[in-house]
């Protein structure tokens, strides 16, 4: 998929790999919908953007991707400013199995509506032109820390939910493609107070062991990655980008 004049809708778009991909979108030629439920920051970076890109090309709509009506209207919205929509960037998350049933809704149902209302606004079956949904994963996805295993597992179901999704078999009935992208270890927020995200403190050394290994890569490595994969990737592909190495795609075995 070529980018430039392509429009993308971002959740959790206002800061860490969702900003990050914001910015390498629009630095590509892409027109930008925001989205993300920190209306202060978010709107903060659409003004900073806008002043580079131009007013006509990035606008903000506040989102709670676990709220459907609201999640529809950034949707709507984006189709009013810029027409259409191309490239569904469903990458809200959070890590915190402390309030696991929160996490479930962001991580998980978030990206299932995302994904559904994709389809219904991008579907060639529902007079759209189609394009392309990804999902953002994790190393979690692949490999489950046993510090958080509850964050694990919904992004080991993003996995599934991709794969399905992005069988030719949907991509005939809508023309929407169908990917995941999942970082590993990367400079955000998301890890920071960690301690008090874990189901149990004494989980503490559980994930000491977990990311012993891991390089925090930077969020613009990670976004250059989804060019990539938005460019080259095959609808219901998965790919991890890691340690600042170039993206590569993961390979499930068919029965």
């Not at 032109?129 to 992004?155: D, E, F, H, L, R």
């Not at 559980?206 to 250059?224: C, L």
Request: glycine residues 8%; aromatic residues 8%.
């Amino acid at each position: 998929m070529e980018i430039k004049g392509r429009v993308a809708l971002i959740t959790g778009a206002a800061s860490g790999i969702g900003k990050a991909y914001a910015i390498e979108l629009l630095n590509q030629g892409a027109k930008v919908t925001i989205c993300d439920i920190n209306t202060e920051e978010g709107e903060k970076l659409v003004e900073t953007l806008a002043a580079k890109h131009g007013k006509d090309r990035v606008i903000f709509s506040q989102c709670d991707v676990t709220d459907y009506p609201q999640f529809e209207e950034s949707f709507q919205t984006t189709i009013a400013e810029f027409g259409h929509i191309d490239i569904v960037i469903n990458n809200a998350g959070i890590m915190n199995d402390r309030f696991w049933e929160l996490e479930v809704d962001i991580n998980l149902n978030g990206i299932i509506r995302g994904t559904l209302l994709a389809q219904r606004f991008m579907g060639t079956d529902r007079g759209g032109q189609g394009g392309v949904v990804i999902n953002t994963g994790s190393n979690t996805s692949i490999n489950p820390y046993v510090s958080v295993p509850i964050y694990s597992a919904t992004k080991a179901a993003i996995v599934s939910f991709t794969r399905a999704f992005g069988d030719q078999y949907h991509v005939d009935l809508t023309g929407v493609k169908v990917m995941a992208l999942c970082p590993g270890a990367t400079d955000t927020k998301l890890v920071r107070d960690v301690n008090r995200k874990l189901l149990l403190a004494r989980y503490e050394d559980a994930w000491q062991k977990d990311i012993v290994s891991s390089i925090p890569q930077r969020t613009e490595h990670v976004a250059k990655a989804l060019v990539h994969v938005l460019s080259t990737g095959k609808s219901g592909s998965v790919w991890m980008v890691e340690k600042d190495q170039p993206p590569h795609e993961i390979s499930f075995t068919k029965h």
